[in-house]
């Protein structure tokens, strides 16, 4: 489906872009801590501001600069307060940019870094296991279609497959069983994901799968009989 493919192209950009970010951000930081002048600061004031989960609150810090009294305000704010006014803080600022000081924690430090990395990581994995998967199955399906056991395996029904759901609607498969007359087990099959549904076009009792030998639980059921759905 377009729709498939444009949802694995999206989570590939997100996780590209926010790799990116992500060393873009531990560069800089990298780079700041490099040059950076250690001074002890004081809490003198919490700023409060508005975010998505109600009132945050960022330190307004002062220390001694180079060339005198400096304050800044944190660009981390946090609810409830990490800080309380008059505490005592490390600070890191760059002798040149005393203004651009950051508090020295981890997380003032490097919590951009890490969320970014951490969505970017998800991203990234998400859309390489929805590219992965259909190259593994076309691996697998050629294989088997080159090496297996053609079986013919009784249809059963055809049916919608609830844990895949894309744009609200969900794929059908075909179900087949076969009894293993060596060992007298039943196998139930179940064909890759139809984003039509089938039913009408399947006119035979028996539909062919291609079974591993060594292994059954890895098979192939063959709906190359049905028609190809429209682009």
């Known amino acids: 489906m377009k729709v498939l493919t444009i949802v694995k192209s999206v989570f590939l950009l997100a996780g590209v872009v926010l790799i990116t970010v992500t060393g873009i951000l531990y560069a800089n930081t990298r780079s700041f801590l490099a040059d950076a002048v250690r001074a002890e600061g004081t809490v003198v004031a919490l700023e409060a501001g508005g975010s998505s989960n109600g009132t945050v609150y960022r330190p307004i810090v002062r220390f001694a600069g180079p060339n005198g009294v400096v304050e800044f305000t944190s660009s981390l704010g946090s609810r409830p307060p990490a800080y309380n006014t008059g505490d005592t803080v490390s600070v890191l600022y760059r002798a040149s940019d005393p203004h651009g000081a ?4 981890f997380v003032s430090l490097w919590l951009a870094a890490v969320i970014t990395g951490s969505l970017g990581t998800i991203f990234s994995s998400i859309s390489g296991i929805m590219f992965f998967v259909p190259m593994r199955r076309a ?3 050629e294989d088997l279609l080159r090496n297996g056991t053609p079986i013919q395996t009784d249809f059963q029904s055809v049916q919608l497959n609830g844990a895949v759901t894309v744009n609200g609607q969900s794929p059908f498969r075909v179900m087949t069983q076969w009894l293993d007359p060596a ?5 139930v099959f179940k064909s890759e994901n139809l984003w039509f549904d089938p039913t009408r076009y399947i006119t035979q009792k028996q539909i062919t799968v291609f079974i591993d ?3 059954p639980k890895r098979y192939y059921v063959d709906l190359s009989f049905l028609p190809k759905p429209a682009d």
Do not use: C, D, F, P
């Not at 950051?102 to 924690?105: A, M, Y």
């Open 213 to 215: 030998n060594a292994n």
């Open 139 to 141: 691996r697998i399906k």
């Open 183 to 187: 060992t007298s087990l039943i196998h």
């Open 102 to 105: 950051r508090i020295e924690s």
